[in-house]
């Protein structure tokens, strides 16, 4: 067979393999996938630079599928390359990443080919994709890391990191917004790096782009300053070839190639149908598609022979060397550069070099103390220092964040200064989120930051940074009503609530310096978890730490930090962040009338549920009720720890503007109504006989 019928061959096998595998399963969109078939096929064996015997290698290619729809195409391909599984150690495994009995059961329960591309599940996945827009979005994060990186490792003769990020996305990704926010910084940054493939067939369910999208992508990208290619024929594989030839020689502004295709390519009846969207074909259309096709009608997942060895000879062969030929550079660069690659190897594993640690402050009593994002911006100051890969910024708001890396050598990330750790997301949240996934996919450790009550701006690309578990680093600021005057649009209430329903990450809201230090040493250690650390625009009084107990709490979630003598309370105020020091006013205040409370400081919930029965019975004993939980966001959730015969402090409405001190006394967070709220409890408390009746005066 010539390769000219080989590559036709491996295209359909790709195709029919999308086509079957939809039937089976009953639900899927095998028209993308038929018409794309090409495309992919031209990148990865003739173009991607990635070794599938070692899907991990740190200067491979990036292959991001944004339209994750069409996810059988990367399921056909790691198959048909015979890509390697790697396990969470880091592990090249014997075994394949995706066998053909997984694309059998596309869509099952337990198949390493589910319905979208899920990092984390499925080795050679490079980032989770489905909510469209999310991909090439944080394909610009990987753009950013490979400039900074190449820039901070490479050395005369030793091109350490030169890899390039190929994203294919369809109308869907470029409608979304975070595709204009995240182009737009792209071209800005003149990510020369990047090269996004848009297949335009001028469909997406709904049907006819025409009721929906009718905008010139090419003017849009050429005046994002982007190079602009367009090809006319999806199925010219030589053309494409030479498309992303021009990619590569295009230097100073990333590339976008615009792909004339068809939905549904081969399939007689399905063009420009929407049903070929979220539908298999049908038995019938199956078998004249793959009569148009030239293929066996009534065989399924068919991979013909010549099909593999030709992936082999390809991308295989080049993959390999590629790959072969770093390591043995990256041996020379360890003997020259020690230091140097002894970092690259600890970033790969999500480590933290010795000492990442040192010179962290601890903080002595103060009355008058620091704001949250005071203490993180000189703790970040110096984590940075201590923690080469430790980047990041804000969405234009890093002299509020406190996110500004300020010593001496803290450059800013631009065009010109690739190697700087100053990153300028500029106001564009959603962006900021997954350009920071794209940055932790890539192994550096990323921080981004905004107002907390923006966060929902950043929500979708958070919520994905938790499902693929990468140590994302969200910082928050103005965490409830300490920007008073701001008012209601600028006061978070929901926020808490709604990150901390997040599955797997890990939301921190410190009381005072001491505690956002110790916030910083937990979310620094996680190494596959995303953290949200929420922070106080105003100051906060630092605790005596000799009175009160140690904040090296916070690593447990919650700590008893204040305590009725003996350690047997009546009652238990639970607070967070700003409210810890009203907690600690309103408990000096009830011992003082003797009454036996405990202060209960619990910065995260999710560490909290982490920890023993034991320990957490031990925080919040099963037999104290009268409890009081104290914070300024929605009252949602605190029943899990008030129970039935507890009362909660915080927020029923969206706040309102004026000045911080008025609005506590107008939402009531002032010890005195803490205290009100305590006795009214403890009244109910002793009615109904949970506690012995004890005089407010007597000691405890
Ligand atoms: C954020 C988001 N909204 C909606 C969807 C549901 N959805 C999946 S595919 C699709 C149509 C996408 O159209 P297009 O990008 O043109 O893909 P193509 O038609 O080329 O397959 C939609 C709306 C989604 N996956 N993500």
């Given at each position: 067979m010539t390769n000219v019928e080989l590559d036709q061959l491996s295209i359909n096998t790709i195709r029919t393999l999308s086509i079957d595998a939809v039937q089976e399963a009953n639900s899927g969109h095998p028209g993308t996938a038929m018409a794309l078939a090409p495309l992919v096929y031209t990148i990865w064996n003739r173009v991607l630079r990635f070794d599938p015997q070692d899907p991990i290698w740190p200067n491979r290619d990036r292959f991001v599928l944004?339209?994750?729809?069409?996810?059988m195409l990367l399921w056909s391909l790691l198959h048909l390359t015979g890509t390697r599984a790697v396990n969470a150690d880091y592990e090249r495994l014997e075994e394949p990443s995706v066998t053909l009995e997984d694309i059998r059961r596309f869509r099952q329960l337990g198949s390493k080919a589910p319905g979208h591309p899920e990092y984390h599940w499925?080795?050679?996945?490079e980032t989770t994709t489905g909510p469209l827009g999310q991909g090439i979005a944080t394909s610009v994060g990987m753009a950013i890391a490979e400039k900074w990186l190449a820039t901070r490792y490479n050395k005369p003769a030793f091109n350490i990191f030169d890899y390039n990020i190929y994203s294919i996305c369809g109308d869907g990704c470029l409608m979304e917004g975070v595709s204009s926010e995240a182009a737009s910084l792209a071209g800005h940054l003149a990510l020369d790096n990047l090269c996004w493939i848009y297949d335009h067939n001028h469909i997406t369910i709904e049907g006819s782009?025409?009721?929906t999208f009718t905008e010139d992508v090419a003017a849009r990208f050429l005046s994002y300053r982007w190079n602009v290619l367009r090809l006319g024929d999806a199925n010219n594989i030589d053309q494409i070839d030479c498309a992303l030839q021009e990619f590569h020689k295009t230097k100073d502004r990333p590339t976008l190639i615009i792909l004339d295709s068809h939905i549904g390519y081969g399939s007689p009846h399905r063009h420009d149908t929407a049903a070929a969207h979220g539908e298999p074909l049908g038995p019938d259309e199956v078998r004249s598609t793959k009569r148009a096709y030239g293929w066996p009608e009534d065989v399924q997942f068919r991979v013909p022979e010549g099909v593999r060895e030709h992936f082999s000879a390809g991308i295989g062969i080049r993959g390999a060397s590629a790959c072969r030929e770093w390591t043995t550079l990256f041996a020379n660069y360890r003997a020259k550069y020690p230091e140097l690659a002894t970092e690259i190897d600890q970033m790969q594993r999500r480590e933290l070099p010795v000492n990442w640690d040192c010179n962290l402050p601890v903080f002595p009593e103060d009355p008058e103390g620091l704001a949250g994002r005071e203490v993180s911006g000189k703790v970040l100051n110096i984590l940075a220092r201590n923690i080469p890969w430790l980047l990041g910024g804000s969405a234009d708001l890093g002299s509020s964040n406190k996110t500004l890396l300020t010593y001496q050598g803290a450059e800013d990330f631009q065009a010109a200064t690739p190697g700087g750790k100053n990153l300028h997301f500029g106001i564009r949240e959603h962006a900021m989120g997954a350009i920071v996934n794209g940055l932790s996919l890539s192994k550096l450790r990323p921080y981004g930051a905004t107002f907390f009550i923006f966060s929902d701006y950043a929500r979708p690309a958070i919520r994905l940074s938790a499902l693929m578990e990468l140590p994302a680093i969200f910082i928050f600021t103005h965490d409830a009503m300490g920007d008073g005057e701001d008012g209601p649009t600028h006061q978070p209430v929901e926020h808490l609530a709604s990150l901390r329903a997040i599955p797997g990450l890990t939301l921190l809201r410190p009381g005072d310096a001491n505690e956002v230090v110790e916030a910083y040493r937990v979310i620094m250690q996680l190494r596959h978890r995303p953290a949200i650390l929420v922070l106080s625009r105003q100051a906060l009084p630092t605790l005596n730490r000799r009175k009160y107990a140690s904040a090296s709490g916070v690593a447990r979630g919650a700590y008893v930090l204040a305590d009725a003598l003996g350690g047997k309370p009546d009652i238990i105020l639970i607070a967070t962040g700003s409210e810890i020091s009203l907690a600690v006013q309103a408990h000096e205040k009830l011992v003082s009338e003797g009454i036996c409370s405990r202060v209960v400081s619990m910065p995260s919930w999710d560490i909290f549920e982490h920890q023993t029965q034991e320990y957490r019975d031990s925080v919040l004993p099963p037999m104290v009720k009268a409890r009081v939980a104290i914070e300024q966001a929605s009252t949602f959730g605190w029943e899990r720890y008030v129970g039935n015969s507890g009362r909660v402090i915080g927020m029923q409405t969206f706040g309102a503007s004026a000045p911080l001190k008025e609005l506590q006394k107008e939402f009531g967070f002032e010890p005195e109504r803490v205290v009100l709220v305590a006795k009214e409890i403890l009244g109910k408390a002793y009615s109904r006989g949970n506690i012995k009746k004890r005089s407010f005066s007597a000691p405890c």
């Open positions: 944004s339209n994750g729809h069409a996810s499925v080795s050679g996945v782009t025409q009721i």
